[in-house]
């Protein structure tokens, strides 16, 4: 507990965040560990996938995308190891996709015979 004081001199009591909190019981109690979280808020979602909150609720519209577990009318939670399995399913891209713009200045450059997209001097 950290105490702070105001100008008055009364004494308030500051208490860790549930983050600083979950850190520490992580530390001491391997069990409550990030990694080992049985289910998942949106924002733990979104932070365990590497995208920002607005990208993972729009993950979780997508019809390869698991269902959330609703606990309560505005409460759900999702399941970590069902996000593994579909994002594993999810197809390999075998080479980056050029954009309509590039490939389309390529071929018009070819049918004129110059390697650049530009006008060639």
């Excluded at 979602?45 to 519209?61: I, P, S, W, Y």
């Excluded at 980056?96 to 650049?116: F, N, V, Y």
Aim: proline share 6%.
């Amino acid at each position: 507990m950290k105490e702070v004081r105001k100008a008055g001199g009364a004494a308030l009591r500051q208490t860790a965040t549930a983050a600083a909190a979950h850190a520490v019981l992580g530390a001491y109690f391997p069990a409550h560990s990030a990694a080992s979280k049985l289910l998942l808020s949106d924002q733990e979602l979104a932070a365990a996938l590497g995208v920002g909150l607005r990208t993972c609720l729009e993950l979780q519209n997508e019809p390869w995308a698991p269902k959330a577990v609703v606990l309560g009318p505005r409460l759900k939670r999702h399941r970590p190891e069902e996000w593994d399995r579909a994002l594993a399913a999810l197809p390999r891209q075998d080479r980056a996709m050029e954009p309509a713009q590039l490939q389309r200045g390529r071929i018009d450059a070819s049918k004129q015979g110059t390697s650049g997209g530009g006008d060639a001097a």
